[in-house]
C-alpha cells in the first residue's frame, strides 16, 4: 500500500496563491502517474492535474494556466502551486498516485474566499 498525505491548504481571498504538497511512503520515481484531485460542495470528484514519472503533465481546462504541478523524486513529493486562485477553486484536493492500482490520501481542503 502506498501512504499519501496532503499538506498546505487553508484559507486564502481570490488571487492568491497555495502550494499543496503530497509526500508519498514510497519511491515515485518510476512508473507511475501522480495528481491532484478536487472534490468540491455538491460536485462529483474531478481532475485537476497529472504528472507522470516522464515528466508529462495534465491539466483539466479549468485550471490549466494558473495551476502548476510538480514532482521531486529524490524527497517522494509531488507539489500542486495554485495561483490566481477563484472562489470556484473552493474544495477537499486529493492527492492520487497510480500505477496498477491506485492510491488516495486524505484530502486538504483549500478554501477560496473574502
Known amino acids: 500500500q502506498v501512504k499519501l498525505v496532503e499538506s498546505g491548504g487553508g484559507l486564502v481571498q481570490p488571487g492568491g496563491s497555495l502550494r499543496l504538497s503530497c509526500a508519498a511512503s514510497?519511491?515515485?520515481?518510476?512508473?507511475?502517474?501522480m495528481g491532484w484531485y478536487r472534490q468540491a460542495p455538491g460536485k462529483e470528484r474531478e481532475l485537476v492535474a497529472t504528472i507522470s514519472s516522464a515528466g508529462y503533465t495534465n491539466y483539466a481546462a479549468s485550471v490549466r494556466g494558473r495551476f502548476t504541478i510538480a514532482r521531486d523524486n529524490a524527497k517522494n513529493t509531488v507539489f500542486l502551486q495554485m495561483n490566481s486562485l477563484k472562489p470556484e477553486d473552493t474544495a477537499v484536493y486529493y492527492c492520487?498516485?497510480?500505477?496498477?492500482?491506485?492510491?488516495w490520501g486524505q484530502g486538504t481542503q483549500v478554501t477560496v474566499s473574502s
Open positions: 514510497i519511491t515515485i520515481f518510476h512508473d507511475n502517474v
Open positions: 492520487n498516485y497510480r500505477d496498477h492500482l491506485t492510491f
